[in-house]
């Protein structure tokens, strides 16, 4: 039997359970309509909130940088993949956010895993929403910390945890969404500017 | 990742999904920035996103028999989450429904995707808006939905 028959079985299992998933070809650019499989259909199904994927100004934007910099930086950005794009970028981020600077990373999970996983380690206690994305939840996993979860936007049991279990460790992180990206709730984040100053941090 | 000098010298210095991997692509980069700048100029986007939100939600909780808001106890099969942004979410008792309604929107047109568990608790419609979506593409939306049956 080949070494990698598990890997038949493990897709049978995803199978059984009905958890199975595969990709569906989508056509053209991300637009209200859209032609998924060959079916003309109204897109009710896209992050692009703002309808600035198909822009053409970000189109233009985009070939523009391609013909002075080409298509890949060749490199990490603390070795050779810097470019005067990448600090505008900050520069604008931080300007629109009103922070000192900004770091842009390649997606939103790799700075949700690279961030958290900066903050705190082995040491540390991770306070976290049992609602949060997939990308905070694996970041905090990986941290080592000892990680908590509280009820959705729960500010009681959150606290309530806070008080039990902080003072057994040296940092804490509570790490929550912003915009819960599944149910499109927020989170109640003044409240949180509440907790004692010695009890904050945020993400 | 926005924040204070320190903090953003000291990601440079420690976040390993930032450090060993190659830098953004300048494509990629030049599009976020063409983006930022567009949407620090106005607010036209968001308030044409906003518009098409509550066009949606006071469309769904008074056009559409079947639903009812979350923490209303009648005995409806489409429950409307509460939500603040342009997610909408119709909650519907189990996956098996939850695909069939799914597979009925689409033969009438629609891609509103089936959400089921592991990655969410209950299973539900999730419907997201962009600001270009025109107010007549949410009333189809709406009358589609009148015509789910589970
Ligand atoms: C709340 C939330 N955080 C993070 C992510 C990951 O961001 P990205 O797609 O840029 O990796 C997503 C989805 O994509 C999300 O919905």
């Given at each position: 039997m080949s070494?990698?028959?598990?890997?038949?079985?493990?897709?049978?299992?995803?199978?059984?359970?009905?958890?199975?998933?595969?990709v569906r070809e989508i056509a053209g650019p991300?637009?209200?309509?859209?032609?998924l499989e060959g079916q003309r259909l109204l897109n009710f199904a896209s992050n692009d909130y703002l309808g600035l994927a198909g822009d053409p100004r970000l189109a233009e934007a985009a070939i523009t940088a391609i013909q002075t910099w080409g298509t890949g930086t060749g490199?990490?950005?603390l070795v050779s993949g810097h470019r005067p794009i990448h600090q505008q970028l900050e520069r604008a981020i931080a300007t629109w956010k009103q922070t000192a600077a900004a770091l842009v990373f390649s997606s939103g999970y790799l700075a949700n895993l690279g961030t958290?996983?900066?903050?705190?380690g082995g040491r540390d206690l991770i306070l976290a929403d049992v609602y949060n994305h997939a990308s905070l939840k694996q970041g905090a996993r990986l941290t080592g910390a000892k990680l908590l979860e509280y009820r959705h936007k729960n500010m009681v049991d959150l606290r309530a945890q806070l008080a039990r279990h902080r003072g057994e460790y040296r940092r804490c992180l509570l790490l929550t969404d912003g915009v819960f990206s599944m149910d499109g709730d927020l989170c109640p984040l003044p409240s949180w500017w509440a907790l004692p100053p010695n009890m904050r941090r945020c993400s | 990742?926005?924040?204070?000098?320190?903090?953003?010298?000291?990601?440079?210095?420690?976040?390993?999904?930032w450090i060993y991997t190659t830098g953004l692509s300048p494509a990629d980069t030049a599009a976020a920035l063409a983006a930022v700048q567009i949407i620090e100029k106005g607010q036209a986007l968001r308030s044409q996103l906003w518009q098409g939100i509550n066009q949606l939600k006071t469309a769904v909780l008074t056009e559409i028999p079947q639903v009812s808001e979350a923490s209303s106890d009648c005995d409806r099969p489409l429950r409307l989450l509460p939500s603040d942004a342009a997610i909408l979410c119709l909650q519907l008792p189990n996956p098996g429904a939850v695909l069939q309604a799914s597979q009925q929107l689409q033969q009438q047109g629609m891609?509103?995707?089936?959400?089921?568990?592991?990655?969410?608790?209950t299973s539900r419609l999730r419907i997201s808006l962009?600001?270009?979506?025109?107010?007549?593409?949410?009333?189809?939306?709406?009358?589609?939905l009148c015509q789910i049956q589970i």
């Amino acid at each position: 039997m080949s070494p990698y028959g598990w890997i038949d079985q493990a897709l049978e299992t995803v199978h059984r359970a009905d958890w199975y998933r595969s990709v569906r070809e989508i056509a053209g650019p991300s637009a209200p309509w859209i032609e998924l499989e060959g079916q003309r259909l109204l897109n009710f199904a896209s992050n692009d909130y703002l309808g600035l994927a198909g822009d053409p100004r970000l189109a233009e934007a985009a070939i523009t940088a391609i013909q002075t910099w080409g298509t890949g930086t060749g490199g990490s950005r603390l070795v050779s993949g810097h470019r005067p794009i990448h600090q505008q970028l900050e520069r604008a981020i931080a300007t629109w956010k009103q922070t000192a600077a900004a770091l842009v990373f390649s997606s939103g999970y790799l700075a949700n895993l690279g961030t958290i996983n900066a903050l705190v380690g082995g040491r540390d206690l991770i306070l976290a929403d049992v609602y949060n994305h997939a990308s905070l939840k694996q970041g905090a996993r990986l941290t080592g910390a000892k990680l908590l979860e509280y009820r959705h936007k729960n500010m009681v049991d959150l606290r309530a945890q806070l008080a039990r279990h902080r003072g057994e460790y040296r940092r804490c992180l509570l790490l929550t969404d912003g915009v819960f990206s599944m149910d499109g709730d927020l989170c109640p984040l003044p409240s949180w500017w509440a907790l004692p100053p010695n009890m904050r941090r945020c993400s | 990742m926005a924040g204070s000098a320190a903090l953003i010298d000291y990601l440079r210095n420690r976040a390993s999904s930032w450090i060993y991997t190659t830098g953004l692509s300048p494509a990629d980069t030049a599009a976020a920035l063409a983006a930022v700048q567009i949407i620090e100029k106005g607010q036209a986007l968001r308030s044409q996103l906003w518009q098409g939100i509550n066009q949606l939600k006071t469309a769904v909780l008074t056009e559409i028999p079947q639903v009812s808001e979350a923490s209303s106890d009648c005995d409806r099969p489409l429950r409307l989450l509460p939500s603040d942004a342009a997610i909408l979410c119709l909650q519907l008792p189990n996956p098996g429904a939850v695909l069939q309604a799914s597979q009925q929107l689409q033969q009438q047109g629609m891609f509103v995707p089936a959400i089921r568990p592991p990655t969410v608790p209950t299973s539900r419609l999730r419907i997201s808006l962009m600001a270009s979506h025109q107010p007549e593409q949410i009333a189809a939306l709406v009358r589609a939905l009148c015509q789910i049956q589970i």
